[in-house]
């Protein structure tokens, strides 16, 4: 049978994190050493009330299928949650409960855009934002983010995009930010808002880093009256509660399009299985405590490991104000070895050393913007995230020195990840906090 793809299905991208995740894993199963900070999970347990709520709803039958939207008592805790965290006026008519938070970025783009839209990204970004929206036809406009403005959405950009574009429909936006760790300020937001009143642009806030703020808090658009009615934003149990694994988010909209959002989720997912939604509910309410202490450790890992990346020769980093990943500037070191990013990411992985690999990702995975970073975890021990800033720092003075050969090898046999000579010049350097 010869199979015809469509050209969507053909070209389509994916999350490189899992890519590198499938390495890491067979590299581990012949017997190599690998530490892993290529993915964004948790290291942390799910908290105690979820795993207890779960047991007992799975004890009472809670295994048949439940409303499309969600529960209705699971819906009202999310609003009553997020009022009090972000002084917001929601009721579970806002909210829509679905299988975490990536999957609001498909009902979004499916409920809003059509072919020959245009949707300004910011990039570095998320890399499943672009499969959505080439999905539907629309046309992605990446507007890069710079390191002298913290990663920050530069407003400017976003006049531009308005300006140029005969059908401008959507702006992504992701605070918290993945993969470089920069924060929205309230006055990034408010610009936005005077730009986009009177345009019928709409917002997709990716928000699944909400309780990782490190520096100042977290501001969502919905706390803008001006923003919140052309705002969708998303949200996930994965991070803030280490559950993954258990597939569990809800995205938050004016009620109107939460009933849109009903039937994408009828005809596509059914619902999220009942006894996950009970978990989560006693997540909300009763593991605030534990999730508050993770966060702790979680700002204690990134601490670790920015203080660790600066004391290596030629690596320039910025201490993230939210999420758990550091994004060091290895510009000058990728240069130098003539590898891009992802290329000495996966050389620290497989190529530098035969029984222990370092696993993290490139930041042009995230778009061209990223092209000289590396995306660094914090969800290993600590002595581990030691190890791999030191394996690191060994990694890059022995490839100029007594391992030159064994990069030059690596090099010859991946010439997908030779630093392209046609690049703009990357050298130049990224404060140091």
């Keep these: 049978m010869n199979w015809a793809f469509s050209a969507f299905a053909a070209g389509l991208t994916s999350e490189t994190a899992f890519d590198v995740l499938a390495v890491a894993r067979r590299l581990r199963a012949a017997g190599k050493e690998v530490i892993e900070l290529q993915i964004g999970d948790s290291p942390f347990p799910t908290p105690p009330h979820a795993l207890a709520a779960a047991h007992a709803a799975l ?33 579970a008519d806002h909210i829509a409960v679905g299988a975490g938070a990536k999957i609001f970025q498909t ?20 890399p499943t934002y672009l499969p959505n929206i080439l999905r ?4 992605p406009v990446l507007a890069p983010l710079r390191p002298e403005r913290h990663f920050r959405p530069d407003p400017d950009d976003l006049a531009r995009f308005l300006r140029q574009h005969s059908r401008p429909k959507a702006v992504f936006l992701n605070s918290p930010h993945n993969p470089t760790g920069s924060i929205l300020l309230l006055d990034d937001l408010r610009a936005f808002a005077d730009l986009l009143r009177g345009t019928p642009v709409l917002l997709f806030s990716d928000e699944p880093y909400c309780h990782m703020v490190w520096e100042g808090k977290h501001h969502t658009p919905l706390s803008l009256p001006e923003l919140r009615e052309r705002t969708v934003a998303a ?7 280490s559950m993954s694994g258990w597939r569990c988010g809800f995205a938050v909209a004016p009620p109107p399009v ?9 005809t596509s997912l059914s619902c999220v299985p009942p006894f996950v939604q009970k978990a989560a509910q006693a997540a909300l309410e009763l593991d605030e405590p534990t999730r508050n202490e993770q966060m702790n450790q979680f700002r204690a890992k990134v601490n670790l490991l920015v203080t660790e990346l600066s004391r290596l020769e030629g690596v320039r980093v910025r201490r993230p104000a939210g999420t ?15 590898l891009t990013s992802h290329g000495l990411a996966m050389y620290l992985l497989e190529g530098a050393d035969d029984h222990l690999g370092v696993a993290c990702l490139g930041g042009e995975c995230f778009g061209p913007s990223g092209l000289g970073f590396l995306r660094l975890s914090c969800a290993e021990p600590d002595e581990r995230l030691v190890q791999a800033v030191r394996f690191l720092g060994q990694t890059l003075q ?3 020195g007594p391992a030159a050969d064994r990069l030059a090898r690596y090099r010859q046999q991946h010439p997908q990840y030779h630093w392209p000579h046609n690049s703009p010049d990357h050298t130049s350097p990224t404060p140091t906090p």
């Design 59 to 91: 004890d009472a039958g809670h295994t048949r299928y439940a409303p499309s939207l969600g529960l209705p008592e699971f819906r009202a805790a999310i609003a009553q949650t997020l009022n009090r965290e972000f002084a917001l006026d929601l009721t």
């Design 107 to 126: 009902f979004f783009c499916e409920a809003f855009l059509e072919p020959g839209d245009a949707v300004l990204v910011f990039e570095p970004a998320f």
């Design 398 to 400: 022995a490839a100029t």
């Design 136 to 139: 539907r036809g629309a046309i």
């Design 235 to 241: 949200y996930t149990f994965s991070k803030s509660y």
């Design 258 to 266: 939460i009933q849109v959002f009903g039937k994408l989720l009828n």
């Design 324 to 338: 758990f990943y550091v994004f060091p500037d290895l510009r000058s070191w990728c240069q130098r070895l003539g």
